[in-house]
């Protein structure tokens, strides 16, 4: 993957916060920043409302899970499990409304940008193997 690909994913995931921000700043860093500790007055603006509830999450693939557990983590949101449950189960403690306005929906459409990306990088890599002997010969194999 070379620099300007991974600019413009960096790039759609800022967008994505901002505007799950309601922010009316574009772009930048700072902007991006600054919606996040928006998002973080939201949340305790809700938990003076709110009760707190523990939500689990079942995530489909590691990818899916050290996304959401790092976007858990931006909003200052600690990510747990209990012993025996499965490694792509992720629990947290947030207000219903945070997690169905916000947390969720964010999650899902940062979660679709990086899967389409992943998707390309895979359709890529898949496609230069096949012009490559040593390599069409193992995926064959399968």
Excluded: C
């Amino acid at each position: 993957m070379n620099t300007n690909d991974e600019s413009r994913l960096i790039e759609k995931l800022r967008k994505i916060e901002l505007l799950f921000a309601r922010s009316p700043f574009s772009g930048e860093q700072a902007a991006a920043e600054t919606a996040a500790d928006r998002i973080r007055q939201r949340i305790r603006q809700l938990e003076k409302v709110e009760r707190t509830t523990e939500f689990r999450f079942s995530l489909p693939d590691a990818w899916s899970k050290a996304l959401f557990i790092a976007l858990l983590r931006r909003y200052n949101l600690a990510p747990y499990r209990y012993r025996g449950q499965r490694r792509t189960t992720v629990m947290a403690k947030a207000t219903p409304s945070f997690v169905n306005e916000v947390l969720w929906p964010e999650f899902q459409e940062l979660n679709a940008t990086l899967r389409a990306h992943l998707d390309s990088v895979t359709s890529n890599i898949i496609k230069q193997a096949e012009v490559l002997p040593i390599l069409r010969t193992e995926f064959r194999a399968f």
